[in-house]
């Protein structure tokens, strides 16, 4: 027989073990649908990367190389995993990361949200708002999204109840995490969902050290990246060439300059080595290097002035092309603003209408200065959006609704929400599935042709990598080498040495040249720009040949014009 006391112990330990068992129920559900989810995403959807640096990362990992993209201790983590077992160690990572956002979200959203109801159709409509990132995959997205989980995961605990020490620290760790992926992901993130941080720390004492406590993890390793971590990154040319090189293509700097005269004399350029770098090609280290990008900035033409509000917006609204990338995301503030209006009382809306106008505004200006690109700007969107949603079942909870608000008439606002998105929703995915699936095919014709034409050789491609699919590599008879942008990496130095037996970029297109199998493929203005540099910077005369023509951009059939590829030997003393 069991005493008093120990019968009381016994008890509440059995309690405690149905608790975790009831939760571990009820997150099952949510683990099986995410599982049957990304099944589907990988497997019946045409995924890619979003750019180059996903591919040169994927690259320097499998070689065994510390990337300096990521952070040191993700990366030194996934190229010995690369090292232990030859899988798709990189791209499983960054669907991993996804997948836990994704499931906290869904679990958050579930005790917090006050309409069961309007819970399912918000899961619904922030996994489909996602799919975007889990289609074109990147490691901006990944470290944003497990940012966001954690950011708006304490949020919600905050506000809404007592939160655990341990969750607290784990959602710090979720935050901290987006800081590893991607190191800018930490002021991004700081810059829209510090406010609620900051109203926290000044106007609610008694949660002051939850906040501290979630910082924690962030600031420790901030600390270990700015003492140690940066050592590496300011030893490495790559890192620093690289840095410099998006910002040139991602700033509006490119167009604004095409004329300066006092950047070619500063940098003994040409017009054409202009051009070649708004092409992507830097490979040439005395003309392409950290010095001579910095001097592009250094003697770049002054940029637009800031303009007014009225002016700003006009100028958003009227760039289809921004507009309709930001679409869904758009359309989704805007209708969360509209339920706002109807759920909150009109003392209080104005707090979820202040926020978002600051969102947006601040988008506009990021656009106008190109500050976000859009790998960046898209899921800081997702972000406003999960606040927001925040925001309302704080407010909600806190304050008394109209009396016709009962649980049969809530859902009605929420289909008006799913309705009003539901059209953007369908043509963004509708156009980005069919722009991928133009991509792969692309892709899979022209590896097809030079298999065939071109077995055995070493091909020198400026075409992007990011309509590979990351968990597919199809067999290919020939060897490829980017044409400039893994410049400066340990890996690339590797490859020239061993395909082509020189040790700089610079020695490529002449090594080329004396390579029987060695060719130059890219578009027909590509091709004529590398024929002028060989000319201009090594006095060696061009020949191309014809190898194809297929539709090259944009992608929907409707639009597209057939156009040639070109393949290029580089040929001594013979006219072009």
Known sequence: MLKEGNRYKYSEICLRQMKKVKLLRSSCPVIIFLM?????????????????????????LMGGYINPFL?????????????????PWYPLFLYLLHGIAIFLLIKNLQKFVFSRPLVYFIIGFLVTLSLYFHVILTF??????????GITSFLMHLFSRNISWLKVLLYGLCFAMGFLVRPPVLSGMMFFSGIFLLYTVVFVKEKRWKVALFLVPAIVFYLIN???????????????????????????????NADNQEILEKNNWT?????????????HEKKYNIQTLENIFKYSKELPQEKNFIETLYTFNSISGFRSKF???????????????????????????????????????????????FRAGAPLFFLVICLTIFLLGVLHRRTKVSAWLTEKNIPVLPLLFVLLTAMALY????????????????????????????????????????????????????????????TYSDRYYDEISRYLSVEKASQVLPALMDKPDGYILGGEIFVKRIVRFMKETYDIESEAEVVHSFPYYPFRPEEVAPTTLYCLKPVKNREF
């Open 36 to 60: 049957v989810y990304f099944s589907i995403v990988i497997t019946l959807l045409p995924v890619s990367y979003h750019c180059y640096d996903d591919r040169a990362i994927e690259l320097d």
């Open 71 to 87: 952070s040191f201790p993700v990366s030194w983590v996934l190229s010995s995993l690369y090292g232990l077992l030859n899988i």
């Open 140 to 149: 901006t997205t990944a470290g944003f999204m497990i940012a966001i989980a």
């Open 226 to 256: 700015s003492l140690i971590i940066a050592d590496i990154h300011a030893s490495s040319e790559y890192w620093q060439f690289n840095r410099l090189r998006g910002m040139f293509h991602e700033w509006p700097i490119i167009w604004y």
């Open 271 to 283: 017009e054409n080595d202009y051009w070649l770098l708004a092409d992507g090609f830097s490979m």
């Open 327 to 373: 679409r869904v995301f758009l359309y989704s503030i805007y209708t969360l603003l509209l339920i706002t209006l109807i759920y909150v009382p009109s003392k209080y809306w104005w707090v979820i209408f202040g926020y978002n106008a600051f969102a947006l505004y601040s988008f506009v200006w990021a656009f106008h200065y190109y500050r976000f690109p």
């Open 427 to 486: 043509r963004q995915e509708r156009d980005q599935l069919g722009d991928l699936r133009e991509g792969h095919k692309r892709m899979n014709h022209i590896r097809q042709v030079l298999n065939e034409k071109y077995p055995s050789s070493v091909i020198l491609m400026p075409i992007p990598y990011q309509f590979v699919h990351p968990f597919r590599r199809d067999s290919q008879h020939y060897t490829v080498l980017e044409a400039g942008w893994s």
